[in-house]
């Protein structure tokens, strides 16, 4: 069995599965990507997928499903996504060792 893609950290899998209770149109789970962007060269995106798109790496972790856009596999594979609370923010984050760079604000990497 080969690895799957990406990891999902306990945090993050509490967080999904919250903010799918939430999501107004019933969504199967989150949907992860990249674009070009950013001042690195490409930035993450998250989006709630409502639906199995052709070609997706679908990952069931920890009681949660994230489908990975399959133009984003090969900038993804090893990544664990954690998610982080702090006083004035709280974001998810991608633990990526593809990332040869990445911004000082942390919203853009290069690979």
Known sequence: MSEQVI???ENAAERIKEILSKAEDKAIGV??????????????VMEY???IKPNEEIIEDRGV???IDPKAIM???GTEMDYKKEKFSSQFIFKNPNETERCGCGESFKV
């Open 49 to 51: 997928a409502k639906e």
């Open 7 to 9: 990891k999902v950290s």
């Open 65 to 67: 499903k994230v489908l």
């Open 75 to 77: 900038y993804l594979l």
């Open 31 to 44: 949907r992860v990507g990249v674009k070009s962007g950013g001042c690195a060269g490409m930035s993450y």
